[in-house]
Structures are given as structure tokens and as C-alpha cells.
């Protein structure tokens, strides 16, 4: 790891997403914010999640520090929303989550541990999207009835646990 990788672009969106979060659990409630202001938050994290990953491919700035720093900010960062936002998500969908970041985290140790390379797929970046996009629509919901929210939920975290086995089936079996 070189110091100097600290400092390039896609590990400042990585590096500033995590300490937004941080800043905001510890100095704020969700119930400071309007609804429409907690969605814009929700959806500025979203889409760095996905903007520090396009700037590093795009202008040949991936990094090793970015290699590792990058998902797992993105798992800190997502726990720590959903503890943040934990009065208006419902339980199922917190414990749910947890499970599956859990089972990510085990396939992101045995990458770290065997060198193994794993891609990010499509898939996975829309079930990402499909989680923000939710978390917004849980946001909304508590202050306006967002109709078939529940079911949508289920149908989210099931596409959401495929993915993570999927990524797990193919790095045991099929080696990366």
C-alpha cells in the first residue's frame, strides 16, 4: 500500500462516505432531518457507493488500498445506516441485512486470505441499488403510506441473499 493512494480520487469518495456516515450517527437523529432531506442523504451515499468504483475503472486510478478500503467502507457504512435509521426500517429487514453482510464478509476474508479475485456483477450492483432505493421508499413510508412495501422488502432481501451466495458459490467452487 502506498500513502500516496490515500489521496486519489475514488478512495476520497470511499474515504468521505464513511466519515458522513460516522458524522451523522453520532451528531444526528433521522428525526432532525425532513423526510425528503433524509432520502437526498440516503441517495448521496447510494450513489457514491457507485461513483468511487466508475472513477477508479474509468481514469485507471484503482489502488490497492482501494481494492480493500472500498467494500469494506461500503459495509461499515451500510451497518451503520441501518443501525442510524433502525426506527424507521422494521426489524426483519435489519436482521436480515446483518445476515447477508455477514456472509459477505466471510467471502471478502477468504479473498483477502487466498488472493482469490472476485468480480462485481451486475447483479450485485442492482441489488445495491435495489437496497438504497428501499431504504428511501422506508423513509417515505413513514411519512406517507408507501403501498406494498413489506412485499417488496421480501422480494429485495431474497435477491439480495441470491447474490451473496452466488458470490460465495463461485469463489469456492469455481475458484473466483
Known amino acids: 500500500m502506498n500513502l500516496k493512494d490515500i489521496i486519489l480520487l475514488p478512495n476520497l469518495i470511499t474515504l468521505s462516505r464513511f466519515f458522513l456516515a460516522i458524522f451523522l450517527f453520532y451528531n444526528y437523529l433521522p428525526e432532525n432531518f ?3 432531506i433524509l432520502v437526498v442523504i440516503i441517495a448521496v451515499i447510494g450513489i457514491s457507493d457507485s461513483i468511487d468504483g466508475i472513477v477508479a ?3 485507471n486510478l484503482v489502488s490497492k488500498l482501494g481494492i480493500v478500503l472500498d467494500p469494506l467502507t461500503d459495509r461499515v457504512v451500510f451497518i451503520i445506516l441501518l443501525f442510524w435509521l433502525s426506527s424507521i426500517i422494521p426489524q426483519y429487514f435489519i ?4 445476515i447477508r453482510e455477514v456472509l459477505v464478509l466471510i467471502g471478502s476474508i ?3 486470505l487466498t488472493g482469490s479475485k472476485i468480480e462485481v ?4 450492483k442492482f441489488a445495491t441499488v435495489s437496497l ?3 431504504i428511501c421508499l422506508f423513509v417515505i ?3 406517507i403510506t408507501v403501498p406494498f412495501i413489506s412485499q417488496l422488502a421480501i422480494v429485495v432481501i431474497i435477491f439480495y441473499f441470491y447474490v451473496a451466495i452466488e458470490y460465495l458459490y463461485n469463489l469456492i467452487y469455481k475458484g473466483g
Open 141 to 143: 413510508n413513514s411519512s
Open 110 to 112: 477468504y479473498v483477502l
Open 57 to 59: 475503472r474509468k481514469y
Open 34 to 36: 425532513s423526510v425528503y
Open 132 to 134: 438504497f432505493v428501499l
Open 95 to 98: 436482521y436480515a441485512v446483518l
Open 121 to 124: 456483477s451486475k447483479k450485485g
